[in-house]
């Protein structure tokens, strides 16, 4: 369970890191056009732009660091296969249906 606890604290904040990632950035670029370009917005542009690549690239990052963890705690579990499919209550054709699945006539 401590477990289950330490991984959501290191992955639950990942959107929130993609959002800031990006405010700041897009606010660095609005203060550097409001100083020095007299509010032209393109600072602001290339910042949030910049953010949203930066942002992507720690998401991505951060995403393959979750499968590896997963893969590693599949691998210590012994019972990591314990989730099957139990297929018995799917759908099954009728017994008077054709099993090479063409329609029936009255379709």
């Excluded at 639950?12 to 990632?21: A, K, M, R, S």
């Excluded at 950035?25 to 917005?41: C, T």
């Excluded at 990052?61 to 209550?89: F, L």
């Amino acid at each position: 369970m401590a477990n289950a606890w330490k991984d959501m604290g290191r992955y639950g904040g990942v959107g929130i890191e993609l959002v800031l990632t990006i405010l700041i950035a897009a606010g660095i670029g609005h203060w550097l056009d409001v100083r020095y370009w007299h509010g032209s917005g393109w600072a602001t542009a290339v910042g949030f732009f910049f953010g949203v690549a930066v942002g992507f690239r720690n998401l991505i990052r951060t995403a393959g660091q979750m499968q590896r963890d997963i893969e590693r705690a599949e691998a210590d579990d012994p019972q990591a296969h314990r989730w099957t499919t139990d297929e018995s209550w799917t759908y099954k054709d009728p017994p008077d249906a054709p099993g090479d699945g063409t329609p029936r006539k009255d379709d």
